[in-house]
């Protein structure tokens, strides 16, 4: 990373930028003094990693350490966490140094409730490495093992989830399961070499519940492969180029409640599936035949709750399924002349993805009782006043890309006491009522990107006027009350529309990228509780300094690809935490409005044409800065590298 301390800076500014250093390290050594607080330790502590907790359990803690240079630092930032706290997640990625003896221990005496180990260099016979370590959840990703690190897990305590995904697993022995733990209650190999289902060493996992084999080389199920595991609940097996499956190969899973057999050809697998368990009510049949599925006893029809049928047909398709909860026909086209010969109504699908499909809203009658519908790139094209009279419990909607082109005012009316979230992106609109969401009560999120609206210029008696396509009477006071997240994405919006955002009290994101916005004024004046302000890639030339002044909880400020040359007296808020000002025209940055910014994280001034600096411009988020991307054809000193 970019480096604060070993700038390069011109001769005639030595004498500063030797105080300014000086009074980095005065800080940094005061930090050493510093307590470790409830919540994380000092910043400058455990740099580059990040540590954050949450505000009703300071003692339950997240790392991340990404780009760390060495095992050691890695030790040493595990250290600061000994005391009280537990560890909800520690996540370590690309860390290729090599093994030595000072790294030995280096997670020990901690209590970790998830380790994600990715992308990393381990050693795969020590012992001592990870110490005598309390972990509940193990992720090893993409480490390039060949087989299961026994000796490696052997000091691990109270391990019940093991991940070993992306390596290069094809055999695994009984004894390498053998590490001190047989209370493994999920085994996930997804993405390795197994060529057969490792019976002997599964055997040794009697409380064994979720076993996940996708992505691998699997031909065969034999009759006594899953031998043993009575208590095993889920069964994931999609992805493999199984052919040859016995008639007993399930009898022993008494308990199965899920199985995954997706994009394989299960034409062979209909005596198998007659003897699933009457336990199981999820089934994951995408890209394949189901006309394997008609040969299942009707007692699993009966109790069948979650359904996958993606890319794939629905000939032989059951239509007694009558306790689905979750339907999912994800890119099916079969899926609308199915429903039509369907005479029974779907009462108990909550959820229901039809997305790329044949799917029409007039088949939306036979769920009446559906709250989440994802209906993406489907045949809609208008949105009438009938559309969802009898969807009267929908809290979520998405009908993106599909070209849709109107929407009644009363289309929502039915709707106005349980809608949460629309979306109603990558359509054809060109304006909307402003009866369409005025009634709603509890709207919380909207997305609108990527329609046909335009500010158009109406004349009348002799005058000309601007109207715009959100009109300003869009949301009525329950509605402005409730919002929290718009997305007005590439709609062509030549300023930011303050008419339209002005009553929104309760707003924290707001998405405005790929628009024609040129000048930042006074319009984000009423957005007290906005968090998150994304003008990615405007065409903004100049910011009024007070333009952000009110954003007092503004945490993400995206700026960038836009044309700001210069940003001298811009006050930016003072808890930002991101800032991104890449691809611009900034040709100094001398805005000693950055200094003031204490907890600054990431910082991205990458692709402009700064050549001088102010040295004191980072001096007050010199403790809290974790990244600085100064890359692109800059000055010579951008090139260096932020120290750990």
């Known amino acids: 990373m970019p480096t604060i301390y070993g700038l390069e800076v011109p001769e005639h500014r030595k004498q500063l ?23 994380c ?14 505000a009703g359990h300071p003692m339950r803690v997240n790392v991340t350490c990404m780009h760390v240079r060495t095992w050691k630092r890695v030790k040493m930032v595990a ?19 090599n093994y030595d003896r000072t790294t030995n221990g280096i997670f020990s005496h901690l209590k970790i409730e998830e380790l994600i180990l990715t992308h990393c260099h381990l050693p795969k016979r020590s012992m001592k490495f990870f110490g005598s370590v309390n972990v509940f959840s193990l992720v090893l990703e993409k480490l390039q093992l060949s087989r299961v690190p026994r000796r490696l897990l052997s000091t691990v305590e109270g391990l019940s989830e093991l991940h070993l995904i992306g390596n290069r697993i094809r055999i695994i022995r009984p004894r390498d399961l053998r590490f001190g733990n047989d209370r493994l209650v999920l085994l996930d190999l997804t993405s390795n070499r197994l060529a057969a289902v490792p019976t002997d060493a599964l055997r040794l996992l009697s409380h064994l519940e979720i076993l996940v084999l996708s992505y691998n080389e699997i031909q065969a199920l034999p009759k006594y492969c899953f031998a043993g595991l009575t208590n095993l609940i889920a069964l994931e097996l999609s992805h493999n180029p199984i052919r040859i499956v016995s008639t007993f190969t399930f009898l022993p899973l008494v308990r199965l409640r899920h199985l ?27 890209n394949s035949s189901t006309t394997a599925l008609a040969d299942l006893p009707s007692h699993i029809h009966a109790n069948m709750e979650s359904l996958v049928v993606q890319q794939g047909g629905v000939y032989g398709l059951p239509a007694e399924l009558t306790s689905l909860v979750d339907l999912d026909f994800k890119a099916n086209h079969g899926f609308s002349e199915w429903i039509a010969n369907c005479s029974i109504l779907f009462l108990n699908v909550v959820h229901l993805d039809a997305s790329e499909s044949d799917f029409s809203l007039n088949s939306l009658a036979k769920f009446p009782n559906v709250e989440t519908a994802l209906l993406d790139y489907s045949l809609t094209r208008h949105l009438t006043k009938d559309t969802f009279d009898v969807n009267r419990k929908l809290t979520a909607l998405r009908i993106s890309g599909c070209n849709l082109k109107s929407v009644n005012r009363l289309t929502f009316w039915n709707l106005r006491w349980t809608l949460r979230e629309v979306d109603l992106s ?5 304006g909307l009522s402003w009866k369409v969401f005025y009634h709603m009560r509890v709207l919380e999120s909207i997305d609108l990107s990527y329609n046909l609206f335009r500010v158009r210029t109406v004349r009348a008696h002799g005058t000309q006027r601007r109207r715009y396509p959100l009109n300003k009477r869009m949301f009525g006071r329950f509605a402005a009350h409730a919002l929290k997240r718009i997305s007005l994405v590439s709609i062509s919006l030549p300023e930011v529309p303050s008419r339209f955002l002005r009553h929104l009290s309760n707003l924290e994101y707001l998405n405005l990228a790929g628009n024609e916005i040129r000048h930042l004024r006074l319009e984000l004046l009423p957005l007290h509780k906005l968090v998150s302000l994304n003008l990615n890639n405007n065409e903004i030339s100049s910011i009024d300094p007070r333009a952000f002044d009110s954003l007092l909880k503004l945490k993400h400020l995206n700026l960038a690809s836009n044309r700001i040359g210069r940003l001298r007296s811009v006050r930016f808020p003072l808890f930002l935490e991101e800032l991104y000002l890449a691809r611009s025209i900034l040709s100094s940055f001398d805005n000693l409005g950055l200094s003031q910014l204490r907890h600054l994280r990431f910082l991205d001034v990458s692709h ?6 102010n040295v004191d411009l980072l001096s007050g988020s010199s403790h809290s800065l974790l990244y600085l991307d100064l890359s692109g ?12």
């Open 260 to 286: 995954g057999i997706a994009e394989m050809p299960i034409s062979s697998w209909s005596n198998a599936l007659r003897y699933l368990s009457k336990t199981v009510t999820s089934l994951d049949v995408s």
């Open 608 to 613: 402009n044409r700064i050549s001088q600096p």
């Open 426 to 430: 990558l359509n054809s609109l060109r």
């Open 79 to 97: 250290s600061w966490f000994l005391q009280n706290h537990v560890v909800q997640r520690f996540y370590v990625e690309r860390l290729l140094d």
């Open 17 to 39: 930028s030797l105080l300014c250093c000086l009074g980095l390290l005065l800080s940094w050594h005061f930090s050493l003094l510093l307590p470790v607080d409830a919540k």
């Open 633 to 644: 054809k800059q000055h010579a000193f951008l090139s260096q590298q932020l120290d750990t």
């Open 41 to 54: 330790p000092p910043p400058t502590m455990i740099k580059p990693c990040v540590c954050t907790s949450s």
